[in-house]
């Protein structure tokens, strides 16, 4: 029987005019190109979920299973927590609309856009929630398109009896090597399979090391070319990967964020209490012990607190 996830180390503190206020407690995982650990804290062995850190190796269970895109945007879409920008919303509805279908073929929830600018403009313009400004609405066109391309129904397609998503868990469990612990549903309503950190920082390896013009190098590929696609103008993964060349990086609710760089390893977190301020402070701080540098790497090694409009704190790495 897997053991359940026991929490973490303290990897992030809170910092107010002066004074520690608290801590952020998680786990974080860091091997080198050969998949080796190079360092950790927490619990790097116990299952997670790790909500749309998933979705790059989803996507390649997709195009394992048949789907054909022959834009490589459309496979950073596919991969993508959208920030429903108007650019995402086309994408999205022309890639449904290339099978014949609309936005009312998806199983995920309307919702408002995820990022902030988006929301706003929505609702300044008087509309509402839809599936489509659902971030994950990318993901669930590409896995009904693959229905249609396996020859399978498209009816209960999120489903973890449905073949289409026993595909997808064949592939994250071959990527991570592991046997997937549990079977949730994620806030889409698809599943999402509970895996370690380390399995997950291994998979996110072999994406970034695999061969030319093979389909886990087509996702990486896709995902470096189109980051604006996968999160948004300004979303956290979007300027990992604008600032680090070669980066493959994917951010996952509740405080998860996975990045791999090739010939140079890999690095998995999760925030206990999903704080996504600690978030990429630690990320900086693990990233820094595979020997990356670069100036985005700078600009997120604090989080600013902010009272009355001016800084009065931070967010600082502590593991």
């Known amino acids: 029987m897997s053991k359940t996830y026991e929490g973490g180390e303290p990897l992030a503190e809170v910092v107010r005019s002066g004074f520690v206020e608290g801590l952020h407690r998680g786990s974080v995982v860091v091997l080198d190109a050969a998949g080796a650990p190079v360092a950790g804290a927490g619990d790097g062995v116990s299952p997670i979920f790790p909500r749309s850190a998933s979705k790059p190796l989803q996507a390649l269970g997709m195009l394992r299973a048949g789907l054909a895109l022959t834009d490589p945007a459309d496979v950073a879409l596919v991969s993508a927590s959208h920030a429903g920008e108007e650019f995402h919303l086309a994408r999205v509805a022309a890639l449904l609309g290339s099978a ?6 998806l199983h995920c929830p309307p919702d408002l856009p995820f990022g902030v600018a988006a929301r706003e403009s929505v609702l300044r313009a008087g509309g509402g929630p839809s599936r489509l400004a659902m971030n ?3 993901k669930h066109a590409g896995m009904l398109l693959t229905c249609l391309a396996a020859g399978w129904p498209w009816d209960g ?6 073949p289409l998503q026993q595909r997808l868990t064949a592939t994250i469990e071959e990527f991570t090597g592991e046997r997937a612990a549990a079977v949730g549903v994620d806030g889409c309503g698809a599943p999402v399979l509970a895996v370690s950190l380390t399995g997950l920082a291994r998979a996110y390896l072999r994406l970034v090391a695999a061969e030319p013009g093979s389909l886990p190098r087509t996702v990486a590929d896709a995902m470096r070319a189109y980051p604006e696609v996968v999160g948004g103008t300004v979303a956290d993964d979007t300027r990992l990967m604008r600032g680090v060349p070669g980066m493959v990086a994917k951010i996952g609710a509740e405080g998860v964020i996975a990045a791999a760089l090739p010939d140079v390893g890999a690095v998995v977190l999760k925030i206990d209490d999903g704080a996504t301020r600690a978030r990429m402070p630690v990320l900086v701080s693990a990233l820094r012990r595979l020997g990356v540098r670069a100036p985005v790497l700078t600009e997120y090694a604090e989080f600013p607190l902010l009272g009355g409009a001016l800084p009065v704190g931070g967010v600082r790495p502590v593991w």
Do not use: N
């Not at 014949?100 to 073929?105: E, K, Q, S």
């Not at 397609?157 to 449905?162: F, I, N, Q, V």
């Open 100 to 105: 014949g279908l609309d936005p009312g073929a």
């Open 136 to 138: 994950c609405s990318g």
């Open 157 to 162: 397609y999120w489903r973890p009896e449905h």
